[in-house]
């Protein structure tokens, strides 16, 4: 691993809910132009650490760094502020609004001044269809067009040049491939390599190991929300990896149960 | 409004992605239904002026509750804000005798403040629209009945507004049609700035569509909720004031019958009930169809019972046109523009 | 009578628009003060309205008046309501049981709904407890119920009155617009101005409107007004309540029909009794509610305390037709709360 400072980084973090500790000590770097791959099972915590990450909650204990400088995160709006930007499972969070709209919610461009301001819709729609068509999307040709209508590729495609056009440096992506097709997905990691070759820090959540073996730089895995595992590219076969996130001991169990009703594992496979 | 630079789509395949078509359709059908049912009567100025001077009315309560409605909320309140805002009208200045402009400011306070409540209210407690602003319905009758009977002594009061106010709030030109049509004109023209001219209408659009993202993007959704309930109080406070000022009067129980026809007419508009999508002339084209409806069954001579089936079949129609078309309009049709 | 109007209405729109409390229990009996059982005096249960209805305020302001002399003889007399009016029947039924329970020796009963009501009844005279209808029910309940008379206002004769009043002004068909459609009390009444028109050569028909107008006096006026569009040969309207009245004297203005279309209307308020002053509006049916609370609070006690029962039976307190000769007398009434 680089030397260089990390952009963003959890020293310790724990997040525990009404008792039920979701986060325990866990540790991450994150650097520029690097995709880290953050993979575990359902309910490993996944969901928890990004919303640390994004200020939708704020660690129990533990803290965050931003270039080396502790930071606190009291809402969505703080993490967006240094750069932080978070992209759902079904990209483009807004399907009932066109393209162009949603591209500028919450930043949205004017024209005219004092009570003539208004929204500035031609602009707003070429900007996103270009940054659209530059991440390789150019079926994409009309921002009146709804969200809605996008195939899960290009939504995800809108949302992160949605990021990237208003300056991301930390790109988190929650699941972008689950809902996707085989070509659809391999088109979302070509978008997540342009993004990274910008320079932009990349946090990718998924449990698709073969997809974060794809475009990964450096893996964590998650169990029962601790760190399990943290290794960076090519230090772990496909194999290893789908063991640890499987959850050893659990799986020990299942494999045995399942082989008192067909006989050993082997046979299955 | 579209003056859309991109290559696009003029023509009927586009008009019938728009969001407001199926809305269209049924308010033309209605029409010519009861055309033709209720003959040159219903055509006549007259007849025009009953479906008009009906669908104004609800129409400037309907397009505030559907810029709430659109960001996700409900406003079920309007009905006892009509009526607090009338009371608080006809007593101000027709019990105490104070100048009318006087009652009418208090009046429209009266809502907005009110909308503010429930506003305030929801985006608090988090508690569904619906079910705030229920209570709110119960609370404000409750208080308006209350305090009328303890003010006055009675449930209806009268008014009467002085010139200037009656020949602006409460006259029929032409001794049929309502002012109160060019109030709605005015609300429509103002709601349609803020909905595709603002910022804030994308703000209202992005929050109806989802919260949590909207919230997440900066947007002050506290605030902005706070602002459509204010509005739609308004809108509410507005109409008792029309009609204050047309009947010489109020009564507490007043105006609840605006709960569920501003719905009604909001999504016969083609607003999804849950938010995130609609337009103005949309639910311009539902009130008109609600109005048309509610009015031309007494030009056909028809038992006048069959009305509210007519009328519920109607919403039903409404919904699942409204559904076929925003289909549509998500499918985008775009098979001509297959590049790659 | 009003409160099947506003039950209807509440029942409707699955909002009371007049539920005045927020308690969700509707069914508690409230007793508006307790005493201790008298030992010489009789004590009075009167089962009536919600106070809160302008109606029922006036029926309890006249129930009060012979309060007076019930507790000059050393008797009481108890106000129950239900809080609101959604479930008006079995809450009434309620009320009834809990004045039996509670020690009246006479009971006072609006009989609103009487498959709800009249089981509740039958046990309070068959604890021997005299028991008098008023308001609602007629005559027939209260025989059905072994009450002792029925006093109030019969809605029929009231619309034979406004129709027959209409006639002899010289309308020639008159509508009787009815806002809650499917109401006993409204469809008798414009059952009533049917035959009191026929009496003197003018027919009458009934104009329904939905509850989807509830509360919308735009809407009722201008479907008021489309009637009189659709068929030119109406000149009489005939409201059953005075909010309806309103819209249909905006009706007959929108319409270019003044002067040539007469209004009558069931119930009083201010704005009828100066637009009959003004010579607008043609009359007014008053059912009298003061004088029901009256005379069945007195007729109650007297019969408990010393057998005096009127011997006409039912003793009706309507209608009471209010014209331009009379419109003065009864203005000062309403000033003193008890029209």
């Known amino acids: 691993m680089s030397k260089a400072t990390p952009i963003l980084s959890l020293k310790n973090v724990s997040k525990v809910f009404a008792g039920y500790r979701a986060l325990n000590d866990v540790s991450l770097e994150v650097y520029p132009g690097k995709v880290l791959c953050l993979l575990g099972d359902n309910g490993a915590g996944k969901s928890t650490l990004i919303k640390v990450l994004s200020g939708f909650h704020e660690p129990t204990s533990g803290t965050l760094e931003v270039n080396g400088v502790t930071a606190v995160f009291k809402s969505p709006k703080d993490a967006s502020n240094v750069g932080i930007a978070t992209v759902h499972q079904f990209g483009g969070t807004f399907p009932l609004m066109s393209i162009g709209r949603s591209f500028f919610v919450g930043a949205e461009p004017t024209k005219g001044r004092g009570i003539f301001k208004r929204f500035d819709k031609k602009y707003a729609n070429e900007t996103a269809v270009r940054e659209m068509q530059q991440l390789g999307i150019t079926r994409v040709t009309d921002g009146d067009r709804l969200i809605g209508g996008l195939s899960g590729g290009e939504r995800q495609a809108s949302a992160i040049a949605r990021a990237v056009h208003f300056g991301a440096n930390v790109l988190i992506l929650d699941e972008p491939t689950a809902a996707l097709g085989v070509k659809e997905a391999a088109h979302v990691l070509r978008i997540i390599m342009q993004a990274r070759n910008k320079g932009v820090a990349v946090i990718l959540v998924t449990h698709n190991v073969s997809h974060a073996l794809t475009v990964g730089d450096h893996f964590a895995v998650l169990i029962r929300g601790e760190k399990a595992d943290d290794f960076a590219k090519g230090e772990r076969t496909r194999e290893q990896i789908t063991d640890l996130m499987a959850g050893g001991e659990a799986m020990a169990e299942l494999e045995r149960e399942l082989s008192t009703l067909t006989g050993t594992i082997n046979q299955i496979n | 409004m579209s003056t859309q630079v991109k290559k696009q789509s003029v023509g009927f395949g586009s008009l019938i992605r728009r969001p407001e078509f199926g809305a269209l359709i049924g308010a033309l059908a209605v029409y010519i239904f009861f055309a033709i049912a209720g003959g040159a009567p219903f055509m006549a100025p007259g007849g025009s ?7 104004a009315e609800l129409g400037i309560i309907a397009l505030p509750v559907a810029l709430v409605m659109i960001a996700g909320d409900l406003d079920l309140s309007v009905g006892s804000v009509l009526a607090a805002s009338s009371m608080t009208l006809a007593i101000l200045s027709g019990f105490y005798g104070l100048p ?30 619906f079910v705030v602003t229920l209570a709110t319905l119960f609370a404000v009758s409750g208080l308006t009945l209350g305090l009328t009977r303890l003010l006055v002594g009675s449930t209806a009061v009268s008014m009467t507004a002085d010139p200037t106010t009656k020949a602006l709030f409460g006259t029929l030109l032409d001794g049929k049609f309502s002012v109160a049509i060019f109030w709605w004109l005015g609300v429509a023209v103002l709601v349609s700035w803020i909905l595709y001219k603002s910022i804030f209408g994308n703000w209202i659009f992005a929050i109806g569509g989802d919260v949590i993202s909207a919230r997440a993007t900066g947007i002050p959704v506290a605030k902005v909720r706070i602002a459509l309930f204010a509005a739609s109080g308004f809108g509410a406070a507005l109409v008792g004031v029309l009609q204050t000022c047309m009947y010489n009067g109020a009564q507490v129980a007043n105006g609840q019958s605006f709960v569920f026809n501003s719905i009604i007419a909001v999504v016969v508009g083609g607003v999804l009930l849950t938010g995130g999508y609609g337009s103005t002339i949309g639910v311009i084209l539902g009130t008109l ?19 509210a089936l007519i009328l519920g079949i109607l919403l039903l129609i409404a ?22 | 009578m009003k409160i099947s109007r506003f039950a209807k209405a509440t029942s409707l729109f699955a909002v009371s628009a007049l539920a005045l409390s927020l308690t969700a229990c509707s069914a508690s009996p409230a007793p508006s003060e307790s005493k201790p059982a ?18 029922w305020g ?20 108890t106000w129950l309501g239900p809080q609101n009016y959604d479930n008006l029947g079995p809450d009434a039924g309620k009320l009834v049981d809990s004045a039996i329970s509670a020690g009246a020796e006479a009971i006072v009963v609006a009989d609103w709904v009487p498959d709800a009501e009249n089981e509740a009844i039958k046990r309070a005279v068959a604890a021997g407890i005299p ?48 806002t809650v459609p499917g109401s006993a009390n409204q469809e008798a009444r414009c ?71 007469q209004l009558g209307t069931f119930d009083l308020s201010e704005t009828q009794l100066n637009r009959i002053k003004d010579g607008t509006q043609l009359f007014a049916i008053d059912q009298q509610p003061w004088l029901q609370g009256y005379l069945a609070v007195s007729a109650a006690w007297q019969y408990a305390q010393y057998g005096i029962l009127p011997a006409s039976r039912p003793v009706l307190t309507g209608p009471s037709l209010v014209t331009k000769s009379n419109v003065d007398v009864v203005i000062a009434g309403v000033a003193a709360g008890v029209r």
Not at chain 3, 153 to 169: F, I, K, R, S, T
């Open chain 3, 131 to 178: 028991v008098i209808h008023y308001n609602a029910g007629g005559i027939e309940q209260a025989d059905a119920t072994g009450a002792l008379t029925y006093i109030g206002a019969d809605d029929y004769v009231a619309g034979v009155a406004g129709g027959e009043a209409a006639a002899l002004a010289g309308a020639k068909h008159i509508l009787c617009v009815n």
């Open chain 2, 49 to 55: 002026a009953s479906w008009l001077n009906v669908a």
């Open chain 2, 319 to 340: 919904v699942l046109t409204n559904n076929t078309f925003r289909r549509l309009a998500l499918s985008g049709g775009n098979k001509k523009e297959k590049k790659n």
């Open chain 2, 289 to 307: 169809t609600f109005a048309i409806v509610n009015q031309g069954i007494y030009y056909t001579g028809w038992n006048a019972d069959w009305a």
């Open chain 3, 58 to 77: 006036v029926v309890k302001s006249g129930a009060e008046a012979a309060a007076n002399a019930v507790e000059a003889a050393g008797g009481t007399v």
């Open chain 3, 38 to 55: 008298s030992t010489d005096g009789i004590d009075v249960y009167v089962i009536g309205g919600m106070p809160s209805d302008p109606f």
């Open chain 3, 191 to 261: 059952a009533g101005v049917a035959d009191g028109a026929a009496k003197h050569d003018a027919t009458g028909e009934q104009l329904p409107l939905p509850s989807s107008n509830f509360g919308n006096p735009t809407a009722v006026a201008n479907a008021i007004k489309a009637a009189l569009t659709k068929d030119p040969t109406i000149d009489g309207v005939v409201t059953i309540g005075v909010q309806d009245a309103d819209s249909a004297a905006s009706a007959i203005e929108q319409a270019g029909l003044t002067g040539k279309v």
């Open chain 2, 100 to 129: 009318t402009w006087v009652g009418i400011i208090a009046a429209l306070l009266v809502g907005t403040l009110i909308g503010i409540a429930n506003g305030y209210i929801v985006t608090k407690t988090n508690l569904p629209a």
